[in-house]
């Protein structure tokens, strides 16, 4: 299992921006998710792209993995105040459903 | 109708001391998963159980001890409480083991004084 890392650490961008959070893992994988977590709150899945798509949507947020580069990107069209959160990849392999979390992108969006 | 809770919500103790989360599913799922979120926010994968069998152990000290009664309970046990165990905790749940979305609860701030 191996643990994705979210570029940049943080980001702060005015409302109606759009924000991009990238990832990077090392080796093959089965599929990569990505997750929000609020301040003092679980974490939610957003969106589980598999290794045979390259991109894939869910209302603003768009997604792209790129396996030859062993990356992937996750974009919030239009920010809310709302979107105000950390976000966090995972990598998947294997059939434990072990998922390794970096330490995620802190995202704030100011009103 | 919470799908995965965790009870206590926030756990403030003494070094030495033993206490227990409990976290329950009623998504009818096989799996469930403990992890330790640190002060960096570093989320690190504790447990797994599947249908009641341990099947994920990472290098954890052993005076952690999960315990399954059923596959929609899924409790963490923590014996003689140091500083370092200070960590909000995390349990998860999936439909099955092998990669599918993880539904997390809310998470058991725990405080070691």
């Known amino acids: 299992s191996q643990q994705g890392e979210e570029d940049p650490q943080a980001l702060s961008i005015q409302e109606g921006e759009n924000a991009t959070m990238n990832c990077s893992y090392k080796?093959?994988?089965?599929?990569l998710q990505w997750y929000r977590q609020n301040s003092g709150r679980g974490l939610v899945h957003l969106i589980l792209?598999?290794?045979?798509?390259r991109e894939k949507h869910s209302g603003r947020l768009r997604v792209t993995l790129d396996t030859s580069k062993k990356s992937s990107s996750l974009l919030i069209t239009a920010s809310r105040a709302a979107d105000t959160a950390s976000y966090f990849c995972?990598?998947?392999?294997?059939?434990?459903?072990?998922?390794?979390f970096g330490q995620g992108t802190t995202l704030q969006v100011k009103p | 109708d919470t799908a995965v809770s965790q009870t206590p919500k926030y756990l403030v103790t003494q070094m030495g001391n033993d206490k227990s989360i409990k976290c329950e599913q009623n998504?009818?799922?096989?799996?469930m998963y403990w992890y330790k979120q640190d002060s960096k926010k570093f989320l690190k994968i504790m447990f797994s159980?599947?249908?009641?069998?341990?099947?994920i152990n990472e290098t954890v000290p052993n005076r952690f001890s999960p315990k399954s009664p059923d596959k929609a309970h899924l409790n963490l046990h923590i014996n003689s409480l140091e500083l370092g165990d200070s960590a909000v905790y995390f349990c998860?749940?999936?439909?099955?083991?092998?990669?599918?979305?993880?539904?997390f609860g809310p998470g058991t701030r725990l405080l070691v004084l």
């Open positions: 159980y599947n249908n009641k069998e341990l099947i």
């Open positions: 998504l009818g799922h096989d799996t």
């Open positions: 995972a990598p998947g392999s294997g059939n434990t459903g072990k998922l390794i």
């Open positions: 998860a749940s999936s439909r099955r083991r092998d990669q599918e979305t993880q539904y």
């Open positions: 792209i598999r290794s045979n798509e």
């Open positions: 080796t093959s994988i089965n599929n």
